[in-house]
């Protein structure tokens, strides 16, 4: 198991834009992406569940990442964060 832990900087959050593109990249693995905030966790490949979190800025998002292919979720992931949020 894998955890990554990112304070959100941009300005509005996980909107819609960056939301699909998490979920996109992480419906590419097997593992099991969960994303945690603010008391609350969801399945990182759903697209709603995701949106619904209300993630804003400054608030610090925990993903967890279980599986065969955790390794290579957890490099696109770091890079994921730190160039769209």
């Known amino acids: 198991?894998?955890?990554?832990?990112?304070l959100i900087k941009d300005k509005i959050g996980?909107?819609?834009r960056p939301a699909g593109l998490l979920v996109k990249m992480a419906q590419k693995y097997e593992s099991k992406v969960t994303i945690e905030s603010k008391g609350n966790s969801s399945d990182a490949k759903k697209?709603?569940?995701v949106l619904s979190m209300g993630i804003k800025c400054g608030d610090e998002v925990i993903m967890t990442i279980?599986?065969?292919?955790?390794e290579q979720v957890y490099k696109e992931l770091n890079k994921?964060?730190?160039e769209q949020l």
């Not at 198991?1 to 990112?6: A, C, L, Q, S, T």
């Open 80 to 82: 994921f964060f730190s």
């Open 66 to 70: 279980e599986g065969n292919d955790e």
């Open 14 to 16: 996980i909107h819609a």
């Open 1 to 6: 198991m894998k955890k990554i832990n990112y």
């Open 47 to 49: 697209l709603m569940a």
